[in-house]
């Protein structure tokens, strides 16, 4: 079943376009990514969905209801967990919890919820003593207390260290592993990589591309690249030549050749023939990073 669809969105602020006919469709259970360079309009089309935003044009549903005109049917369908959230420094876990609990009719097991994320040791910690690791994670149980089937998480690792966003990553599995859909806005390769089964690149208001991790992977102009330091240089030349090479760079008595798997027997050939021998020799995979640049010419590491 469809658990997210959106057709045809348009936004437009002050005459121009954020956001130019995006369409996709998520699938109950599925962790959907959006991921896309600053100001591509991955917070606009998520508050739209959550209905913060009212579309120009195009039609968004959420388990079947309209975000803009349906609310009061979709608040205990749907968890949000928003970009920045800030709760006054002084209310405790527990009240927080309990505060937003009395905003549903059917709210989730506070107590279990608590467990789950980590927060039954800080039910009585102040929101402001909070680590930025144990904020995030009230933020994920207070998008989840009114035990929702759809759930939006935007930019929600931003500024954790790595240990703490490896736990909010499990956390955000095992939200999907009991069937709730997850819409993730990231700007974490890794983090897409790991976590999502189809991700939407945006660039400039469009999708760029929609597929799984490793179709992504697999749109990269370069599937393999090569990197090696050699005693006597290998001609440039030899190497632009190898099949499917798509470029060669030498740096700091380093080559790098990036192309196919073709490329890299091509090279082991080469190498034998010529009698040279490659020092520190690594062949790696390309990445999401290397799809992301293809798609959008920009960087986000
Ligand atoms: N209320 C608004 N009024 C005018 N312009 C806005 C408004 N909200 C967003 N914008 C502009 O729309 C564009 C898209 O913004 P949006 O926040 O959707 O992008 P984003 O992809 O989420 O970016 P980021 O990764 O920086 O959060 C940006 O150029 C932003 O400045």
Not at 183 to 198: G, I, K, N, P, S
């Amino acid at each position: 079943m469809t658990a997210i669809e959106v057709r045809g969105l348009h936004k437009t602020y002050g005459g121009r376009k954020v956001v130019d006919g995006v369409s996709f469709e998520v699938g109950e259970g599925e962790i959907f990514g959006i991921l896309g360079p600053n100001g591509a309009g991955k917070t606009t089309t998520v508050e739209c969905v959550e209905g913060l935003r009212a579309p120009d044009e195009g039609r968004v549903r959420v388990c079947g209801h309209d975000p803009a005109t349906e609310r009061p049917e979709l608040t205990p369908l749907l968890g949000v967990q928003l970009q920045e959230s800030e709760l006054q420094a002084k209310l405790t876990v527990r009240e927080a919890l309990d505060l937003y609990a009395s905003f549903y009719e059917r709210p989730a097991d506070r107590h279990a919820l608590a467990e789950r994320l980590g927060l039954l040791p800080h039910l009585k910690t102040r929101f402001g003593k909070l680590s930025g690791g144990q904020k995030q994670r009230l933020f994920i149980a207070l998008a989840l207390i009114g035990d929702p089937r759809v759930v939006v998480l935007d930019e929600l690792t931003t500024g954790l260290d790595p240990r703490a966003r490896r736990e909010v990553w499990s956390l955000v599995e095992s939200i999907r592993d009991d069937g709730v859909t997850v819409l993730l806005v990231t700007h974490f390769m890794e983090e897409a990589q790991r976590l999502c089964d189809r991700i939407a690149v945006l660039d400039r208001g469009r999708i760029a591309a929609l597929d799984t991790p490793e179709g992504l992977i697999g749109r990269a102009s370069a599937a393999k690249e090569i990197s090696f330091a050699a005693d006597t240089p290998l001609d440039p030349e030899a190497l632009r030549a190898l099949p499917e090479a798509v470029s060669v760079t030498v740096a700091d008595g380093r080559t790098v050749v990036a192309g196919t798997d073709e490329t890299v027997g091509a090279f082991v050939s080469l190498l034998a023939r010529q009698g040279v021998t490659a020092r520190q020799l690594r062949v790696a995979d390309a990445t999401l990073d290397d799809a992301y640049l293809d798609l959008t010419g920009a960087d986000l590491r």
